[in-house]
């Protein structure tokens, strides 16, 4: 049953600490979406990828926060330094996407809930 | 600019009856429609998606949902509700720059016994 990956599940820090957050894609998907989950913002896109090349990340603060994808296997959230504001639960998606079928299905992981203290 | 409501924060409904959670979208060209639910602690699951054809569509564990352009509604419906569908359930709209999702707020489903 291919899913996709987060770890860690959970993570407690302190503010000021660096944070990085990984998402293993499902095998074959050529998209990667970033996702942060507030109380009150809901569901906010930060970042995305297609084929490991970044499309948008215009939803994430560009002063502490960066996405890569050192390869198509793995996708890497950064947060440096953390904030007690970025505490939320950050979802990663893939998808596959198609030139000719612009139908695209994501499927989500489990995400990694953050603590900064 | 695209958008989805979800005008219902939080909905009750005993075990067994029917169950309706609204969606309205706000969006120019013909939309990819997506309801997705979250149980506590967990990622989220595709219950369903509308791309064209057919208005009703049927999802996973007896959902299901009805597009209505003329109402920019994709509500979604299940006859009869059971006790683990408590969860909160998304809508989602397609943007259209590239495939990313734009979310409604969310509803939270409570289930009584």
């Known amino acids: 049953d291919a899913r996709v990956t987060q770890t860690p599940r959970d993570k407690v820090t302190e503010m000021g600490q660096e944070v990085t957050m990984r998402c293993q894609p499902i095998?074959?998907?050529?998209?990667v979406f970033w996702y942060r989950q507030t109380m009150m913002q809901g569901l906010e896109l930060l970042a995305y990828?297609?084929?490991?090349?970044?499309?948008?990340d215009s939803g994430m603060p560009k002063d502490r926060f960066s996405a890569e994808m050192p390869d198509a296997t793995l996708a890497t959230l950064k947060i440096q330094p953390s904030e007690p504001r970025d505490s939320a639960v950050y979802f990663c998606?893939?998808?596959?996407?198609?030139?000719?079928?612009?139908?695209?299905?994501?499927?989500f992981g489990a995400g990694t809930r953050l603590s900064v203290l | 600019a695209q958008s989805v409501t979800q005008p219902d924060i939080h909905i009750t409904v005993s075990e067994g009856a029917s169950l309706e959670l609204r969606c309205n979208y706000s969006?120019?060209?013909?939309?990819?429609l997506f309801w997705y639910v979250q149980s506590p602690g967990q990622g989220l699951q595709l219950l369903l998606k509308?791309?064209?054809?057919?208005?009703l569509v049927q999802g996973i564990k007896g959902f299901e949902a009805e597009f209505k352009r003329s109402q920019s509604s994709f509500n979604l419906r299940k006859p009869s509700v059971h006790w683990s569908d408590a969860a909160e359930y998304f809508c989602?709209?397609?943007?259209?720059?590239?495939?990313?999702?734009?979310f409604g707020q969310g509803t939270e489903l409570s289930v009584k016994p």
């Open positions: 095998l074959g998907h050529n998209t």
């Open positions: 998606a893939s998808g596959l996407r198609r030139i000719y079928l612009a139908k695209n299905i994501q499927y």
């Open positions: 990828f297609r084929n490991r090349a970044p499309l948008d």
């Open positions: 509308y791309f064209s054809g057919d208005t």
């Open positions: 989602a709209v397609e943007g259209n720059q590239g495939g990313k999702l734009i």
């Open positions: 969006y120019g060209a013909t939309p990819y």
